[in-house]
């Protein structure tokens, strides 16, 4: 059995690049306040969010690393944003944080966060957010398979950035990093990419079906 994704060109023209914040706070909702003011309003929602999961947050046994409500964040915004606003968004948490905010997991701040061993998963952040955010822009994230997709591929590109980071910071062997930076991480990340994932077809089919969105 072959299993495909959608494809940029199974979307009507006029759907392409399109993501669901498009569709929840129209184009003709800005006439009043502007196209920019609109794109700056739906980042700083991403980045709220972002940094709103990140206080949800508890440690596993002998880690210093907390699991978070970040990652579900993070994909959630990227996917419902699309590439440029989801990048923007959580370029501008991780430029929130470094400069002072209490944004990070736990109210934390500064570049001591960013240094340590949290570091590779803050960028890995960034670069997730905008992978989803572009296969949303594809269509993927219109069915669940695609969606589900999208989102594995997003998570896992944080780790691809985190594990080598953690290595350097922890002076320590790529096993060791796996061991200690990836593999106790996966049961909270599997419920929060089936969340992620089925949050955007049950989206898409709810706009679908108000009149007028279109």
Do not use: C
Request: aromatic share 8%; charged share 15%; glycine share 12%.
């Amino acid at each position: 059995m072959t299993i495909t994704v959608p494809r940029l060109n199974r979307l009507p023209a006029q759907e392409r690049g399109i993501t669901i914040a498009d569709f929840l706070v129209p184009i003709r909702l800005s006439e009043g306040i502007g196209v920019r003011a609109r794109h700056v309003a739906l980042i700083l929602a991403g980045t709220i969010l972002i940094a709103l999961a990140a206080q949800l947050r508890f440690y596993l046994p002998n880690n210093p690393i907390p699991v978070t409500g970040q990652t579900f964040a993070v994909l959630l915004a990227g996917g419902a944003l699309g590439f440029r606003r989801g990048v923007a968004s959580s370029t501008l948490y991780l430029a929130l944080g470094l400069v002072g905010l209490p944004v990070f997991a736990g109210g934390r701040s500064g570049v001591d966060v960013f240094i340590g061993l949290s570091g590779g998963y803050l960028i890995g952040f960034i670069v997730a957010s905008g992978i989803v955010g572009r296969l949303a822009e594809l269509g993927w994230d219109r069915n669940l398979l695609g969606s589900i997709a999208a989102m594995v591929i997003g998570n896992l590109s944080i780790y691809l950035i985190a594990v080598p980071w953690w290595m350097a910071v922890a002076s320590t062997s790529l096993d060791r990093a796996i061991a200690d930076g990836f593999v106790p991480f996966l049961p909270g990340d599997l419920l929060k990419v089936v969340l992620a994932a089925a949050a955007f077809p049950a989206a898409w089919w709810l706009v679908g079906r108000r009149p007028g969105d279109r």
